[in-house]
């Protein structure tokens, strides 16, 4: 760090920018500024202070300032302590930049610092439901006995309108996901976004691109994978996957089906999207077998497929 510090008065005097002051800003925003943002969509807060965020906008414009100056200034630039200086300056702009996609890190159901509330949606009444009902059972919420307050404010309810008929609508907001997350995607975690996108495994190109997945059929091809799964099919992962040896070579008496859910299982504990896998019939054909199975995700969807091993 010492070398960079030289650097910089060195920069600085050569170009007559103040890179010093840049970089304690941004110093001082990932210290006290950006736990604020970490905690937003975590959802531990509802709000940000706008002095961060109009912090972070102006360091965001001030790092391309700095990076422009070693572009403005190259021929004065010559040794390659300046090289090592840029490649600093250029790591602090990828991290501002990374800052503006936090809330896709952290897979929160916040999109941006305007929705303190979560992820909203539109809620139908039932027969004889009321607002401390949905706070309490599909809100969930810790004290649902006052928290319905906040469905009757946030839809700018009169008192006179509290207790409403079935089939009227209110919005709802939901911290979706907060103590079960999803890690296997980077995204915010609203609706089928929940299931990522994978690109196709039969390699091929769409719209002068690699051709991917929507969510769902994303969704079915993790599945069929994972229920394919052998030893040795990733390396990094010996252990991972269906033993061969349990099956192939043996007959109906000797094989141990159970040995076999129990891996095929294993392979799909790999995927926190997916929960409740269960067999429901499975039958030895050649050096092969054919089962079928159920799976749940997260998510409104349930997978019932046929897998060949």
């Known amino acids: 760090m010492n070398s960079i510090v030289y650097s910089m008065l060195r920069f600085e005097e050569l170009t007559k920018y103040n890179l010093s002051r840049f970089v304690q800003d941004t110093s001082l925003f990932f210290k006290n500024g950006f736990p604020k943002i970490i905690s937003f969509f975590s959802g531990n807060i509802d709000t940000v202070e706008s002095s961060v965020l109009n912090e972070h906008k102006r360091l965001l414009k001030e790092a391309d300032v700095a990076v422009q100056q070693f572009k403005t200034n190259a021929e004065k630039l010559e040794t390659v302590e300046y090289w090592e200086l840029l490649d600093f300056v250029e790591d602090l702009r990828t991290k501002l930049q990374t800052?503006?996609?936090?809330?896709?890190?952290?897979?929160?159901?916040?999109?941006?610092?305007n929705d303190g509330k979560g992820f909203s949606y539109t809620?139908?009444?039932?027969?004889?439901?009321?607002?401390?009902?949905?706070?309490?059972?599909?809100?969930?919420?810790?004290?649902?006995?006052?928290?319905?307050?906040?469905?009757?404010?946030?839809?700018?309810?009169?008192?006179?309108?509290?207790?409403?008929?079935?089939?009227?609508?209110?919005?709802?907001?939901?911290?979706?996901?907060?103590?079960?997350?999803?890690?296997?995607?980077?995204?915010?975690?609203?609706?089928?976004?929940i299931y990522g996108i994978d690109i196709d495994r039969k390699i091929t190109f769409e719209d002068d691109d690699l051709k991917t997945l929507s969510y769902k059929d994303t969704v079915y091809q993790t599945a069929d994978i994972l229920s394919g799964l052998k030893k040795g099919d990733i390396p990094q992962y010996p252990a991972l996957g269906v033993d061969s040896s349990l099956y192939v070579g043996s007959n109906i008496g000797m094989m141990s089906y159970s040995s076999v859910v129990r891996e095929i299982t294993k392979n799909f504990s790999t995927d926190d999207l997916f929960i409740n896998f269960s067999?429901?019939?499975?039958?030895?054909?050649?050096?092969s077998f054919r089962l079928k199975y159920t799976v749940d995700t997260k998510y409104q969807m349930v997978i019932q497929q046929n897998a060949i091993v």
Do not use: C, H
């Open 99 to 113: 800052v503006s996609k936090t809330s896709k890190y952290l897979r929160s159901s916040r999109i941006d610092f």
């Open 123 to 193: 809620y139908a009444l039932g027969d004889g439901q009321t607002l401390e009902n949905i706070s309490r059972n599909v809100l969930q919420d810790n004290d649902s006995e006052n928290d319905w307050t906040k469905i009757a404010i946030n839809n700018d309810l009169l008192e006179s309108a509290w207790d409403m008929d079935e089939g009227k609508q209110v919005t709802v907001y939901k911290e979706k996901f907060m103590a079960s997350p999803v890690t296997t995607f980077i995204d915010n975690m609203i609706g089928e976004k």
């Open 279 to 287: 067999v429901t019939d499975i039958e030895l054909i050649d050096d």
